[in-house]
């Protein structure tokens, strides 16, 4: 299907299956860069939502499903105020679960752990940090990480035997190093360990 109808390449990418469907990003030039979702055919193919109103684009990362639910960052109004997003696969049902103004980064890096949704997004106080999205609330909540300087790196995210483990710079005394969550997580801060998991070292 040829999505961007002028000579320009729509460059769709971030194929992610959502049900008997795909969501996707793509580019065209009346809309910029925005969530698609397909069902295989031309028809089926359609713009999911002009977050941004216009040519510019929302700077989505990627999609990350669970459930019956699909969740991504992304700009809105303009390139400076983020939010993190929910669709269930319609124009209607896709709407902001939470935003943030005068923000460098969109939400990114998408991972379920217990009944919340883990994902990287930036906060002037803790930068690039692990924020958590309780499923039976409304709420996205900062997870504590102990200092300014604390940074996460997303798509790192693993669980095993009952614990979430992470790559976390947490500060200059270890730099980049293992840490885990454990279940159940039901404290709002100071979930991280005192130390890493195994190093010791500032790399």
Request: net charge negative.
């Amino acid at each position: 299907m040829d999505i961007n109808t002028s000579a320009n390449s729509s460059n769709p990418r971030t194929f992610t299956p959502f049900g008997n469907k795909l969501l996707f990003f793509a580019k065209t030039d009346a809309n910029g860069d925005e969530p698609w979702i397909t069902d295989g055919t031309t028809a089926g193919t359609t713009l999911l939502k002009d977050i941004i109103p216009g040519t510019a684009s929302s700077g989505i990362i990627d999609f990350y499903v669970h459930a019956d639910k699909a969740y991504f960052g992304a700009y809105y109004g303009n390139s400076s105020s983020s939010a993190m997003y929910v669709t269930d696969g319609t124009t209607a049902g896709t709407s902001a679960i939470y935003s943030q103004q005068n923000v460098q980064y969109v939400p990114s890096n998408f991972f379920f752990f217990t009944d919340r949704i883990y994902f990287k997004w930036y906060d002037f106080l803790f930068q690039n940090s692990l924020f958590q999205y309780p499923l039976t609330g409304n709420t996205v909540y900062l997870t504590g990480m102990g200092g300014a300087n604390a940074l996460a790196y997303g798509g790192d995210y693993v669980e095993l035997n009952n614990k979430m483990y992470m790559r976390i710079d947490l500060s200059s005394s270890y730099g980049q190093e293992l840490y885990s969550l454990s279940l159940p997580q039901v404290s709002l801060s100071g979930d991280f360990i005192s130390n890493p998991i195994c190093g010791n070292e500032n790399p």
